[in-house]
């Protein structure tokens, strides 16, 4: 096989990606500004989901470096990666994020994401989860 070649079967996967339509997603552009409006409110500082979780979603680093029981991104498959899960409604209604509880709501800090916004975080996780 030629190295031509080589190259355009590694390049395959990532060109039928982008070739989607979806387009890149970017980090900085499409996903840290949603954690800062809907999360960063609980997973910052003294917040309650920084203090039970001990998830900080400030930054890209935080946020791959996941909760004291592990990572919640799994870099490549939204599937596997618990961050996705529990915005997408796909876990237990009790740990669903933002809470879904009447609480959270009534005090201003719970707002639901948009299927727009969920499917953006996925496929933010599903094209390598970069900092991009
Ligand atoms: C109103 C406060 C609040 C907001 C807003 C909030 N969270 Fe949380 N979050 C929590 C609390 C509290 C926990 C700990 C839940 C527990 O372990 O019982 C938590 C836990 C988590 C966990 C860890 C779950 C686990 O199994 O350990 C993830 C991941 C998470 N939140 C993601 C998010 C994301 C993403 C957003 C924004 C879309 C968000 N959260 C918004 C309060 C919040």
């Not at 997408?88 to 509880?101: D, S, V, W």
């Amino acid at each position: 096989m030629t190295m031509a070649m080589t190259r355009l079967m590694m390049l395959a996967p990532a060109l039928l990606i982008l070739g989607c339509g979806q387009g890149e997603i970017s980090y900085a552009r499409d996903i840290q500004p949603v954690f800062d409006s809907y999360c960063v409110s609980c997973h910052a500082g003294s917040g309650e989901g920084a203090e039970i979780s001990e998830y900080l979603m400030t930054d890209y680093e935080n946020v791959m470096k996941g909760t004291k029981h592990g990572a919640m991104v799994v870099a490549g498959s939204r599937m596997s990666s618990s961050l996705y899960l529990i915005v997408a409604g796909k876990t237990a209604p009790e740990i669903h994020m933002p809470p879904h509880t009447d609480e959270s709501f009534a005090e201003g800090r719970g707002y639901e994401l948009s299927p727009d916004t969920i499917e953006k975080i996925g496929l933010w996780i599903d094209q390598g989860a970069r900092n991009n």
